[in-house]
């Protein structure tokens, strides 16, 4: 099981911790990857991070600003998201896929961030 959490109102140039708690998986053996569901334009993959050795990956609409690191004692995945904008305002989600795998198997209930004066 995933499960995203931390979302809520943030005003335009500020930052948000998203949290992914993982529950049910060897997380070794995965690869955990943070996606938004913007209104009107589908869902975009975000970020994501080898729970093996760390390795992180970005979108390069959101490199340098949106930034994923993990807990391993608390088996939770975080995306720090920074500097927001109106744009930013999406369902965000965490999914679990292997790390042979292309695609996202598991997926939690999403957070929703909205970022609004």
């Known amino acids: 099981q995933l499960q995203a959490s931390g979302g809520g109102l943030v005003q335009p140039g500020g930052s948000r911790t998203l949290s992914c708690t993982v529950s049910g998986f060897t997380l070794e053996d995965y690869v955990i990857g943070w996606h938004r569901h913007l209104p009107g334009a589908g869902r975009r993959w975000l970020s994501s991070i080898t729970m093996r050795d760390s390795r992180t990956n970005y979108a390069a609409s959101v490199k340098g600003r949106f930034t994923v690191s993990r807990d391993s004692g608390k088996n939770t995945v975080y995306l720090h998201v920074n500097n927001l904008t109106p744009d930013d305002t999406a369902i965000y989600f965490c999914?679990?896929?292997?790390?042979?795998?292309?695609?996202?198997?598991?997926w939690g209930q999403g957070t929703l961030v909205t970022v609004s004066s």
């Open positions: 999914a679990a896929r292997r790390i042979e795998r292309d695609e996202y198997n598991y």
